[in-house]
Antibody, heavy 116, light 107 residues
Framework: EVQLVESGGALVQPGGSLRLSCAASGFSFSTSSMNWVRQTPGKGLEWVSYIGSGGRTIHYADSVKGRFIISRDNAKNSLYLQMNSLRDEDTAIYYC?????????WGQGTLVTVSS | DIQMTQSPSSLSASVGDRVTITCRASQSISSYLNWYQQKPGKAPKLLIYAASTLQSGVPSGFSGSGSGTDFTLTISSLQPEDFVTYYCQQSYTTPYTFGQGTKLEIK
């Protein structure tokens, strides 16, 4: 069974930094591309970032480009999102999602709140 | 960016009804279209991937169709637990984009 467990969400002040982690199990993590997707409370879903299975292909949404860094450690079956220069509008639930072809599995999410 | 336009944004129906939700892409996405169900306080759950492939464990009352720019999700006979929110998503190219959601409400 695919399991994705996010952690690291917290209350942080504007301009601050936070690192999210996602622990994966139950599938071949090293051969799967991974994504971060966020959801603003009460609103819709926004894709944030993608990383290929080998970690060399990376894409970001324009809204986070230059501020967020996605990375992975295939030896530890883990995905990360380093979030810098956080803004109020980054407040959201952050989900990690594995993509095996068109088949996506999602974690339960971790809440990030940016507020002074 | 590819825009995903989902309709309707809300839908009132009764238990046992057959309903259809539509998703239109601003350009062709072949069959790279996923459908999700989201219950309050929970993560989205994949129902359909590659436009028409039922995810393992999903009831057969759910079905998807379409290719190119026009797609549909059909629920053949609504059950009480189906009255939640549904999203489409294109996985053709980044930025991966989602429809704005359809909230199913009990009439």
């Amino acid at each position: 069974e695919v399991q994705l467990v996010e952690s690291g969400g917290a209350l942080v002040q504007p301009g601050g930094s936070l690192r999210l982690s996602c622990a994966a199990s139950g599938f071949s993590f090293s051969t799967s591309s991974m994504n971060w997707v966020r959801q603003t409370p009460g609103k819709g879903l926004e894709w944030v970032s993608y990383i290929g299975s080998g970690g060399r292909t990376i894409h970001y949404a324009d809204s986070v480009k230059g501020r967020f860094i996605i990375s992975r450690d295939n030896a530890k079956n883990s995905l990360y999102l380093q979030m810098n220069s956080l803004r109020d509008e980054d407040t959201a639930i952050y989900y990690c999602a594995s993509a095996r072809g068109s088949n996506w599995d999602w974690g339960q999410g971790t809440l990030v709140t940016v507020s002074s | 960016d590819i825009q995903m336009t989902q309709s309707p944004s809300s839908l009132s129906a009764s238990v046992g009804d057959r309903v259809t939700i539509t998703c239109r892409a601003s350009q062709s996405i072949s069959s790279y279209l996923n459908w999700y169900q989201q219950k309050p306080g929970k993560a989205p759950k994949l129902l359909i991937y590659a436009a028409s492939t039922l995810q393992s464990g999903v009831p057969s009352g759910f079905s998807g169709s379409g290719s190119g720019t026009d797609f549909t999700l059909t629920i053949s006979s609504l059950q009480p637990e189906d009255f939640v929110t549904y999203y489409c998503q294109q996985s053709y190219t980044t930025p991966y984009t989602f429809g704005q959601g359809t909230k199913l409400e009990i009439k």
